[in-house]
């Protein structure tokens, strides 16, 4: 039996001009460096715990001065728009040009250094692996994930305009901006984000084919995920409880060497900072769908002293539990005023709908003649 081919369309227009056009229009906000890095020189970016993923079209300016180099926890995505420019990472300066896509290589002090004109226009896309990769998710989807992962020192994972996949990618950058921006159709918006999104991680990853040892690296992920996934059920029920890491390791029928490897290579986190992420995120879901006082919601998830609890939350979502409950409570009594807002537009149309039908009907009987 002949193998099935993936077949690739070709496509008939310039897909860095849809890119162009799918961002015209909309504002660029300068890049602020200040204020947002701490004290060891990590970025902070504030995600929402039920969709960690933004797309920020930021402007750089030469008066800007020279620009910090910083790292981050989430993944990213820089594309330039307007022109050329250089960024260091790492030990290394990379040329990347109009319409090129560079997978950041996150943990690696990088930043701006410059470019030609006054201003550079670029895409920055920023998430959270868990909103690719959950430890819910089929082992597979861990691919996506794995050009961000699996970097080297002075050979980036860039796509370059003139590749044959980046065609698809810009194609899919632009139908992923206009789902994103569209905030009057949400929640399907999210969701057709992430399609698209996911579409231009698939053809990042298939560009990239980070090396032929990735088979076996991932078969040796899909053994990983298994073995930990009843420490993944377990922790999710008892998130609550003091759970050590030789708690965990036996949980997971591993050693405990092996178990602290193991699930970082899975997870890209510490058992600690894993842990700790389950419980704050936990404890945001209460905030926003309860109003139990914060310093019970502490303690259902975990956390005995509310002080920490209030210290560590706001560390991983920048703001304080009372700060974040107010603005979730702000969001959803926008988001009910604009479906009021839709029913009763849609209720009125019905209503015009309705007495044009009736006019129609009585048209048509005066027009009738009598028996």
């Not at 020189?41 to 001065?65: E, H, V």
């Not at 698939?202 to 690296?217: C, D, F, G, N, P």
């Not at 699930?263 to 389950?278: E, R």
Request: hydrophobic share 40%.
């Amino acid at each position: 039996m002949q193998k099935a081919r993936l077949v690739y369309i070709p496509f008939s227009v310039n897909t860095m001009t849809c890119l162009m056009r799918a961002t015209s229009g909309r504002s660029f906000e300068p890049y602020v460096g200040s204020g947002m890095v701490d004290e060891k020189d990590r970025y902070n970016w504030d995600p929402a715990p039920d969709f960690p993923f933004t797309i920020k079209l930021l402007s750089f300016s030469r008066r800007q001065g020279e620009r910090p180099l910083t790292w981050h926890d989430y993944l990213e995505l820089f594309i330039p728009l307007g022109s050329r420019c250089r960024l260091r990472v790492g030990d290394s300066v990379l040329n990347l040009g109009r319409g090129d896509v560079l997978v950041m290589d996150n943990l690696k002090l990088h930043c701006v250094l410059d470019f030609p004109e006054p201003q550079l226009r670029a895409m920055v896309i920023r998430f959270l692996p868990d909103f690719i990769y959950s430890f819910g998710s089929f082992s597979i989807d861990h691919l996506f994930c794995l050009p961000f992962y699996h970097q080297i020192e002075g050979q980036p994972h860039v796509l370059r305009r003139t590749d044959a996949a980046t065609a698809r990618v810009h194609a899919a950058l632009a139908r992923l901006l206009q789902c994103y921006f569209d905030k009057a159709g949400l929640p399907y918006s999210q969701a057709g984000t992430k399609v698209f999104f996911l579409e231009v991680l698939y053809h990042i990853a298939r560009q990239v084919r980070v090396s032929e040892v990735l088979h076996s690296e991932h078969l040796r992920q899909q053994r990983r995920s298994v073995q930990l996934r009843k420490l993944f059920d377990y922790t999710s029920q008892h998130s609550a409880e003091r759970i050590t890491v030789d708690q965990a390791a036996a949980i997971a029928g591993m050693s405990r060497n092996y178990f602290l490897d193991a699930f970082k290579a899975v997870t890209g986190l510490t058992w600690v900072q894993y842990f700790n992420q389950v419980r704050l995120t936990n404890g945001a879901h209460l905030l926003s769908e309860t109003s139990l006082p914060i310093a019970e919601i502490a303690a259902r998830v975990g956390y005995a002293d509310q002080s920490y609890f209030d210290r560590r939350f706001k560390e991983r979502f920048g703001r304080t539990p009372l700060r974040f409950r107010m603005g979730a409570h702000l969001e959803s009594d926008r988001r009910a005023e604009f479906k009021t807002k839709k029913s009763k537009k849609a209720m009125a149309m019905f209503q015009a709908t309705c007495q044009r039908d009736d006019h129609s009907e009585e048209d048509e009987t005066q027009k009738k003649p009598c028996v």
